[in-house]
């Protein structure tokens, strides 16, 4: 689906942050470290940024075992960078970012495109 209007993209990310506070909830520090997945990492810097709970496969760098820690923090990483992305496309326009968005995550990988327009 594509969002359109404000309203419907604040009801998205109204669901997402539910479901996050639904599973913070019912879990611990330790058992959000024990909880891990195998993962697709891509591209992504996911082991320079992550300061624990991403083990990239020696043999497939695409792949790693992470934490349920790891993977809070890769959406907190992932909304600085989104949010980074939409203030370099305002400052494009002409236009005046209002906030500053903390230099962490993947746009502060040291290879992370933070080229300005």
Do not use: C
Not at 17 to 33: F, G, H, K, P, Y
Not at 53 to 61: C, I, K
């Amino acid at each position: 689906n594509v969002y359109w209007h404000i309203d419907d993209i604040l009801a998205v990310l109204r669901r997402a942050l539910d479901l996050s506070w639904s599973v913070l909830s019912q879990e611990t520090v330790a058992s959000m470290q024990a909880k891990t997945l195998r993962v697709n990492i891509g591209g992504l810097p996911w082991a320079e940024v992550h300061p624990n709970g991403v083990d990239v496969d020696s043999a497939d760098a695409t792949q790693a075992d992470v934490t349920l820690e790891a993977t809070f923090r890769h959406r907190y990483f992932e909304y600085m960078t989104h949010l980074y992305n939409i203030q370099r496309l305002k400052r494009a326009q002409g236009l005046t970012a209002r906030v500053e968005v903390p230099f962490e995550g993947y746009w502060a990988a040291k290879d992370w495109d933070r080229s300005e327009a």
